[in-house]
């Protein structure tokens, strides 16, 4: 096969340049031709997947879930090309989500042994987008881990980030449209497409990237012992049996606020409230193990 490399090297804790280079070598010996691009900037991922060659038979991205989304961004047609991903950030939430190996040698494997599944791909105010969306307390800190691109983080990374938008971040009102409904009301809101969110948490037990929904959760006060009561409960796996916290699912969704705030889509800032966002049913290919609970 043809493959294209596009990997992050500051990922995780910045390893991921010699996980690509053991990659590249064990393809070139399995018989495929690989070329490898590494990322120097944000957007370099996405501007390299815009320029694909037409005989391209594999993407392979190397890196977190937002390296993912910026060559999902990138792609001209998104459907077109299968992707393999070689997580290599921090949460990982895809890979954790889709039982998708971290060993490169297992990646490799993956290359040859994988099933195609596709998957349904969020958009919000015109960007794609895989995973998760949020408007809280978690669009703050990634506005803040956006000032420190360039670094590597790890999630010892984030606690800085996180101190520094507990102390700018202010709850403020918002209003959730789904569908047809009536808006919901509250101070924060997540809208997820997969289980895992962080890495760690799990707001939507019952969330599949191909069901065709997305899952959204609306909790009523962003004051910081409600986002940690929230956090715990994510932890648990329990956040349905707060009752206070709507979960709903549905395909459309809009976000206002009273005052804009920041919008995060797979954990990366990505502009300002309001937002409206729809769901398409499997568009976008990912290539899993034949052991992967989706299949």
Not at 16 to 40: D, I, W
Not at 59 to 88: F, K, Q
Not at 136 to 143: I, K, P, Q, W
Request: glycine share 10%; aromatic share 8%; charged share 20%.
């Amino acid at each position: 096969m043809n493959l294209l490399i596009i990997g992050n090297p500051i990922a995780g804790r910045g390893k991921t340049f010699q996980r690509v280079e053991k990659l590249a070598g064990l393809l070139k010996h399995n018989g495929h031709r690989v070329e490898v691009f590494l990322s120097e900037k944000s957007g370099d991922a996405s501007l390299r997947a815009a320029s694909i060659a037409a005989d391209l038979d594999r993407i392979v991205v190397a890196g977190g879930d937002g390296t993912l989304n910026e060559v999902l961004n990138g792609l001209v047609d998104p459907s077109a090309l299968p992707i393999v991903h070689m997580p290599s950030g921090t949460a990982n939430m895809l890979a954790r989500e889709l039982d998708i190996p971290t060993k490169v040698s297992d990646v490799a494997h993956l290359v040859d042994t994988g099933h195609i599944l596709p998957i349904d791909m969020g958009i919000a105010s015109g960007r794609r987008f895989l995973l998760v969306a949020g408007v809280g307390f978690d669009s703050f800190v990634t506005m803040q881990l956006k000032e420190m691109r360039g670094q590597t983080l790890g999630y010892r990374g984030y606690f800085k980030p996180i101190i520094k938008a507990s102390l700018g971040y202010y709850p403020t009102n918002v209003k959730v449209w789904v569908d047809d409904l009536r808006p919901i009301e509250g101070q924060m809101a997540m809208v997820l497409k997969t289980r895992y969110y962080g890495g760690v948490f799990v707001f939507a037990e019952e969330a599949r990237l191909d069901s065709g929904f997305f899952h959204i959760r609306v909790f009523p006060r962003g004051t910081r012992s409600a986002i940690l009561k929230y956090g715990a409960a994510g932890l648990i796996r329990k956040i349905s049996r707060l009752s206070e916290v709507v979960c709903i699912k549905g395909t459309r969704v809009r976000i206002e606020a009273e005052t804009a705030l920041p919008v995060q889509l797979d954990g990366d800032h990505c502009g300002w409230t309001p937002v409206e966002m729809e769901i398409q049913p499997g568009v976008v290919p990912i290539v899993v193990p034949p052991r992967s609970r989706y299949n």
